[in-house]
Structure formats: C-alpha cells, structure tokens
C-alpha cells in the first residue's frame, strides 16, 4: 500500500486535538471545577465520575454498532460522524462547565446529565475518529506515524492547557468566568480541527461487508484474544494514569506548593511528545510495538514510585518523578494505538470480515472504565485524606495526593505489564496474517484455510516467522 502523504498524517493529528479540546480539559479540570467552583463535595464528584464514565464506556459500545452498520460512498464510514458530531460535543462542553446555582441536589443533577451527554457525544465522534487509522493504511511504520500524529495533537492541547489554563486555577479567582470563555472559544478552534481532519484523511483500505451486522461484530470480538489481553491491559494502565492525570494540579499546588511548575511540566510533555513521536517509528521497527509497550510502561513504575515515596519538601525530587512516569505515559499513548489497529486485521484473518467499529469500541469501552475508577479512586483518596478546597492540606491530605498521584499509577501499570508479557499478536504474525489477507483477496488463498484463520495448519500462537526476527511491514 502507498504510504500516507504528510497532510493527511498532520490531518489525523487535528482531529486528536480537537478531541482533546474537550476531553483533557474534563480530565484536567472537571474534578476541580466540580470541588472548587461548583462546590460538589470530593466523595459526590467521585462517585459521579464514576458513574458516568462507566456510562461513557457503553455508549462506546453503542457508538461502535452504529458506525459498523453505517457507511456512505462518498463519505466512508467514519467521516460523516466527525462532520455532523462535533458541534454538539464542543457545545456540551461548554455547558458541562457551566453549571447555574441550583441548590445541592439540583447542582448535582446537572452535573450529571451535562457530563453524560458529553460523554455520549464524544463517543460517537471518538469512535469513528479512532477507527480510521486502521482504515487508512495497514503498514506498521504508518500506523506508528499515525499514532505519533494523534499523540502530538492531543498533547499540543493538553500543554496549552497546562500553560496558560492550569496557573489560573488559585483560590479567589472567577473560575467561572475562566473555564466559560475557554470552552466557547474551543468550538471555533476545535470545529476548525474537526474539518480539517474530514478533507485530509480519507480511508483507503479494502472492505469486504460495507455494512457489518451484530452477529458479525460478536463473532469477531470473541474470536480475538489478542484484542482482549490489549483491552485488559489498558484497562490498567489507564485507571493509574486517570489518576495521576486527576490529580496531578493538586499534587504541584497542594504537596510541593509550586503551581508555578505546571506550565513547566507541560513544556516538557510537549518537547518529550515531539522527541518520541520521530524515534517511536524507528523504535518499532527495532523492538517491536510489543516490547516498546513493557519497556515505556516501566517508566511510570519508576516515576510514580519517586512520586509517592518523596517528602513534599523535596520539590525538584517529586517534579523529577512526575515527569519520568509522564515519558512512560507518552510513549504508551503513542504505541497503544497501533496495536488497537493490529488486532482489526487480526479479527479480519479469523472471520473475513473487517470490523474497525466495534473493534476500537470495545478497546474504548475498557479504556474509558478504567478513566472511570481512576478519577473515581482519585477522587476518595482526596476525601480519605480530609481534603479541604482552598485551605492549607493536613498530612493525611498529602497522603492522599500522593497516593493518587504515585502510588496508584505505579501500581497498576504493572498490572497492565504482566497482562501485557502475554500477548502473542508480535509484529511478525501481523505481517504474516497481513499476506493472508491480501491472498485471500487476490483469490490466491483459497487453500490457506478460508476465514477460520487457521492457515497452513498453524495456530493464532505459532506465526511462522518468530517474534524474534523484528517488525515486518507488507511487502518487505
């Protein structure tokens, strides 16, 4: 296949960005806009967040089904939905962070059905939007471009956020006011990234079954360990970085008493996600999307170890962990999308039938459970340590900040590595089932097993050429 021209690559990016216009601004900032501004107590927030974001995980799931039983000529299957959702989605982050005065009970309730159909909306943009990348090119090496794409996009975001938004969060400010006129102005910016990514990147992989049915789509889910195990592992690993990422503004203004480095941190993210995003290609072609996984993961470990064990006094010692478990985090988030892609045309070698939809919504569903119990885990161990908005934290307080912040994100990317250490779908059986594929479709793979997957006598465990060997790419 032709590899991808540079402006639909920066397109795919956009769209990431205009993503995270509002979901890392609901990461960031919901739970304090929630505690400090609307004034719903630590425990209330993190039950809501909870709640709605194990919500958010099934209307993933229903977001997956429409777009599999959904396809337009001249659009594609996924297209049309990033066109006609992503007004609605930027609207209801404005009103998600716009809650009126409305007693305790009915503050609470507008919370949650603002935060729920915020949810809902950006499932049905989300979901399509991830679900391209497997649509636009099956080699390796692009989809590693790809995922660098997505990654700067999001973190060009979440810099800016941590930049200019993030040290204007300090008691006695109208932060009302702040996050109203911030999320009005990302409609027109994100609306802007959202078209963008609609002109430049367009699908080009081969589809079979236009329109995928329901017994489709559940043949291919549970014939797919690999998926699985990418599904459980991530569910892991994002419940710790949920955490951290909930945490992190009261981790800097409330145990080391430098909001002031914020904005450093964010700086630093974006120069770490440039660096990684040009070695992770080449990273994938030495090691493997498999191995670059553990060997990131490890350092979060690291980092959030640093984090949780350092005395608040030493400020340059917790930072230096934050930013070590944020290179793990980076370059996670980079890789991770590319192996989601991998396990369609594994799905696709078991059945014959392509199901990007309902593949990268499963994948979303237990990504957004674990965002789920890791903002709400966060947000008791604010209110197991006594935390109290705008006043001086006790030690229990600290505590609490920490574990969050170190403790939680260490703790279960290991979970994430030991599920991870298992997984068999290496680089070498993706290209290997990539061949399959094409002989099949060229009619030449009549003999290789039909669409069972069980190919020359061999099990989805035992590709021919070892994991060893490195990464192959289609045709090399």
């Given at each position: ?12 990016g ?5 993503n ?24 209330a ?11 958010d ?10 777009v599999?039983?959904?396809y337009?000529?001249?659009?594609g ?47 049905l ?10 649509a ?89 360990r ?16 949920l ?13 080391l ?8 941190l ?13 070695f ?55 890789v ?5 892609a ?36 966060a947000?008791?161990a ?30 279960m990317?290991?979970?994430a590595?030991?599920?991870m250490a ?7 059986m993706?290209?290997?089932i ?7 479709r ?5 003999s ?16 021919v ?12």
């Amino acid at each position: 296949m032709k590899k991808l021209n540079k402006l639909s690559i920066v397109g795919y990016g956009a769209g990431d960005a205009a993503n995270n216009l509002a979901f890392t601004t609901a990461t960031m900032f919901l739970l304090v806009y929630y505690t400090d501004v609307a004034g719903i107590s630590a425990a209330a927030a993190g039950t809501l967040l909870l709640v709605v974001r194990i919500f958010d995980a099934f209307a993933d799931v229903f977001a997956g089904r429409v777009v599999d039983r959904t396809y337009s000529k001249r659009f594609g299957k996924f297209r049309p939905f990033i066109m006609f959702g992503s007004i609605p989605l930027l609207l209801l982050s404005v009103a998600t962070f716009s809650i009126p005065e409305l007693g305790e009970s009915g503050t609470l309730l507008y919370a949650y059905v603002t935060y729920a159909a915020l949810g809902l909306a950006y499932s049905l943009v989300n979901i399509p939007y991830g679900s391209l990348a497997g649509a636009m090119t099956q080699d390796p090496a692009e989809r590693a471009k790809l995922g660098s794409a997505r990654m700067i996009g999001a973190l060009l975001v979440g810099s800016a956020l941590g930049i200019f938004v993030a040290p204007l969060i300090k008691p006695g400010a109208d932060l009302q006011a702040t996050f109203t006129t911030i999320t009005l102005t990302f409609v027109v910016i994100g609306a802007a990234l959202y078209f963008f990514t609609v002109l430049t990147a367009k699908e080009r992989v081969y589809r079979a079954v236009p329109n995928v049915t329901f017994k489709q789509s559940m043949d291919t889910l549970r014939g797919n360990r690999p998926l699985l195990m990418l599904c459980l592992s991530s569910f892991f690993f994002l419940t710790g970085y949920l955490a951290l990422t909930s945490v992190q503004l009261y981790y800097l203004r409330d145990v080391l008493g430098r909001l002031d480095l914020y904005p450093v941190l964010s700086i630093t993210q974006l120069v770490l996600t440039f660096v990684l995003a040009a070695f992770m290609p080449r990273l994938v072609r030495s090691l493997g999307k498999k191995r670059v996984y553990i060997f990131s993961s490890l350092f979060t470990v690291i980092g959030g170890a640093i984090v949780f064990f350092t005395p608040a006094s030493q400020v340059w010692i917790g930072f230096t962990g934050l930013v070590i478990s944020l290179v793990g985090v980076l370059a996670v988030n980079i890789v991770v999308w590319a192996l989601e892609a991998d396990t369609v045309e594994y799905g696709e070698w078991k059945t014959g039938v392509r199901t990007e939809g309902i593949t990268y919504a499963l994948f979303s569903f237990t990504r957004k459970t674990g965002q789920a119990v890791g903002g709400a885990l966060a947000a008791y161990a604010l209110a197991l340590g006594g935390y109290k908005s705008g006043a001086v934290q006790t030690p229990d307080a600290v505590f609490g900040i920490q574990l969050a912040a170190g403790a939680l994100p260490a703790v279960m990317t290991i979970l994430a590595v030991i599920v991870m250490a298992k997984y068999t779908l290496t680089d070498a059986m993706h290209a290997r089932i990539l061949t399959e594929i094409q002989a099949r479709r060229t009619g030449a793979g009549a003999s290789s097993g039909g669409s069972t997957g069980s190919a020359a006598g061999t099990s989805d465990a035992a590709p021919v050429v070892s994991a060893e060997a490195g990464p192959l790419a289609p045709g090399h």
